[in-house]
C-alpha cells in the first residue's frame, strides 16, 4: 500500500517511522502552518476489529493524558481506503535512542531527561495507566519557540489500564527495560514496572549501555566515575527484580533523584477502564531443528499453542521493536511516533543514495539491518537480500512454494518473527513491506547467534541461514552449496548499496 497524499486536511510529505503494525508520516497542517506526524494503522491489519480497536485506543489514551510530557493527540479520522490515522505532535529533534548512539550522556544532562520522563510517566501513573515499554526510541524531542526543547513520552500501544491488570496479562515490553514480570502471562505488572523501565533509561544514559543480568549488574558509578551515590542508589532500587523492593511509581523515583530539577505532577482524575486488552509481547521463537529450509521451519512444543488460547484479544506496538531482542547488544535505531528529518535522506548513512533502492523502502531497510548488533546485519546486507529474493517487488506471489512479498516469506513462518510474534494474528496475503521487512531483522536477531561458530563472512552467513535455517548450516558447517549462487548476488548487491 502506497503513502497517501493527504490524511484529511493534512499533507503527507515522507514517511519517518514504521513499525509492525502503523507508519508514521511527517505531513504539513496548512490551514495552521505547522508540521505534525501522522500514524496510519497498516492496511493488512485495518480490518482486524481488535487490532484497530487498540490503535484507536492509544490515540483516546493520549489525547485524554493531554500532557506536555506526553505525545499529544490533536486529531483523529480515516482515509478513504478505511485506514484509521492519528494526529501527533511532531518531534523535530529526534529520539534519546539517537542520542545515545553516541555514547553516554553528561550526568547533569541524563538526570534533567529522566527527570521529565518520570514527569510525563507519573502523568500516566496519576491516570490509572502502565507504559509498559518505556525505552530509549519512546522518548522524543522537540523544540521550544524560545530556545530549549522538552521530552516527550510516546507510543502507548501495550499500554494498559491499572484497572486490566488483576488477571491474565500476555508477555510485552522490550528486552534489556522491561521488568521480569513483564515475561510472565500472569505477572500483571503494574506502576513498578515502569520504575524498572525508568532505571533502566537512567542507567543508560549514564553509562551508555542496557542493565545486564541482575546477577551480574553493577551501580552505575563502577562504570561511570563521578555519578552520585544517592543516584546509585535510586537507580538500582528501580531495577531490583523483586518489584515489592522497587519504587512504588515514577513519582516516588523522580523524588529519590537529586539534582533532577522535576517534581512529581499533580495527580489527575483516574481514567475509566479500558477497552478489552490482553496486552502484547515479543511472542515465542520458533524451533529450528530439522529444518531444511528457514520458510519450513515450525513451532515446537505446545507453548505457542497456549499462547495463543489465552489470546483473546491483540494488543499493537507500532513504534516497532528495540533493544537487544532474542539475541541481545545493543538496541537498533527503530523510528517512533514522531521521529524523522524534513531535510535531505538520513539513510544515507548506511545506504547508497544512488542506488535502485526504492526510496520508499529505505527507512525499514535501516530499521531491519540495525535491529541488533548482530555481527554481519546491516542495511546493505537487508537491500541485497531484498533484491536478491524479489528484485524489491512487493506483489511477489510464489502459490507453489507458499511465499509472498518482497522477502518471500511463507506465511507460518512470518508469524513467529513479526513484532509481536505469536500474540499477533497471523499474517496472510499479501504481505506488506513494512511487515516484511522489519521482520527480517528480528529473524537475523534471533538465529543469528545459533551460527556465531560457522566460519566464513558473517553478512553471508545470514543470509544463508535466511534460506537454509540454522540446522543445515551447522551440518555443512556453512552455507549449503545450493545456495552459493543466491550469495554470490547478495555479495554483488551488497557492494553496490554501501555508501562510498
Not at 527507512?363 to 540495525?370: C, N, P, R
Request: glycine content about 12%; charged content about 20%.
Amino acid at each position: 500500500m502506497t503513502a497517501p497524499s493527504f490524511a484529511g486536511r493534512y499533507r503527507i510529505e515522507q514517511i519517518i517511522g514504521v513499525g509492525g503494525f502503523a507508519t508514521v508520516h511527517l505531513a504539513h497542517d496548512d490551514e495552521l502552518r505547522s508540521p505534525v506526524a501522522v500514524k496510519i494503522l497498516a492496511d493488512n491489519w485495518a480490518r482486524q476489529s481488535d487490532v484497530r480497536e487498540r490503535f484507536l485506543q492509544e490515540a483516546r489514551l493520549l489525547r485524554r493524558a493531554d500532557s506536555h510530557w506526553l505525545v499529544q493527540v490533536f486529531d483523529i479520522g480515516e482515509l478513504d481506503d478505511g485506514r484509521p490515522y492519528f494526529v501527533m505532535t511532531y518531534a523535530d529533534r529526534g529520539t534519546l535512542h539517537e542520542r545515545l548512539s553516541g555514547g553516554a550522556l553528561a550526568v547533569e544532562e541524563a538526570l534533567r531527561v529522566i527527570g521529565e520522563i518520570a514527569q510525563g510517566v507519573a502523568v500516566l501513573h496519576g491516570i490509572g495507566v502502565v507504559h509498559r515499554d518505556l525505552k530509549p526510541s519512546n522518548v522524543l524531542f522537540r523544540s521550544r519557540a524560545h530556545g530549549g526543547e522538552r521530552v516527550m513520552v510516546a507510543d502507548l500501544g501495550i499500554a494498559r489500564s491499572t484497572d486490566h491488570l488483576t488477571g491474565l496479562t500476555l508477555p510485552a515490553g522490550s528486552p534489556g527495560y522491561m521488568a521480569p514480570e513483564q515475561l510472565h502471562f500472569d505477572g500483571a505488572p503494574d506502576a513498578r514496572a515502569d520504575v524498572h523501565g525508568l532505571g533502566a533509561l537512567t542507567y543508560h544514559m549514564l553509562t551508555g549501555q542496557v542493565p545486564g543480568r541482575p546477577e551480574e549488574r553493577v551501580p552505575p558509578s563502577a562504570l561511570r566515575p563521578g555519578v552520585p551515590p544517592e543516584v546509585d542508589e535510586a537507580v538500582m532500587r528501580a531495577l531490583d527484580p523483586d518489584r515489592d523492593h522497587r519504587w512504588p511509581d515514577a513519582g516516588a523515583y523522580l523524588a529519590a533523584l537529586p539534582s533532577s530539577g522535576a517534581t512529581p505532577p499533580p495527580t489527575p482524575v483516574p481514567l475509566a477502564p479500558a477497552s478489552e486488552d490482553d496486552g502484547h509481547g515479543q511472542g515465542a521463537e520458533p524451533e529450528t531443528g530439522g529444518s531444511p529450509n528457514r520458510r519450513r521451519m515450525v513451532l515446537g512444543g505446545g507453548a505457542a499453542v497456549a499462547a495463543l488460547a489465552v489470546a483473546a484479544a491483540v494488543a499493537v506496538s507500532v513504534s516497532g521493536q528495540e533493544g537487544p531482542g532474542t539475541a541481545g547488544g545493543p538496541a537498533p535505531a527503530t523510528p517512533t511516533a514522531t521521529r524523522g528529518e524534513a531535510v535531505g535522506d538520513p539513510t544515507g548513512r548506511w545506504l547508497r543514495l544512488d542506488s535502485d533502492i526504492p526510496k520508499e523502502y529505505r527507512s525499514l531497510i535501516v530499521q531491519a539491518g540495525t535491529y541488533c548488533a548482530q555481527p554481519g546485519l546491516s542495511p546493505p546486507l537487508i537491500a541485497a537480500m531484498l533484491k536478491a529474493e524479489s528484485g524489491f517487488d512487493p506483489a511477489l506471489t510464489d502459490h507453489r512454494a507458499d511465499e509472498y512479498g518482497i522477502a518471500r516469506w511463507t506465511p507460518g513462518v512470518l508469524w513467529h518473527w513479526q513484532p509481536g510474534g505469536l500474540q499477533s494474528p497471523k499474517p496472510s496475503p499479501p504481505l506488506g513491506p513494512e511487515l516484511s521487512i522489519l521482520s527480517m531483522g528480528r529473524f537475523m536477531c534471533g538465529l543469528g547467534p545459533k551460527i556465531k561458530d560457522i566460519p566464513g563472512d558473517p553478512a553471508l552467513n545470514l543470509a544463508g541461514l535466511f534460506r537454509s535455517g540454522v540446522d543445515p548450516m551447522h551440518r555443512d558447517n556453512g552455507v549449503p552449496e545450493r545456495w552459493r549462487e543466491y550469495l554470490g548476488k547478495v555479495a554483488k548487491y551488497m557492494d553496490d548499496y554501501r555508501p562510498r
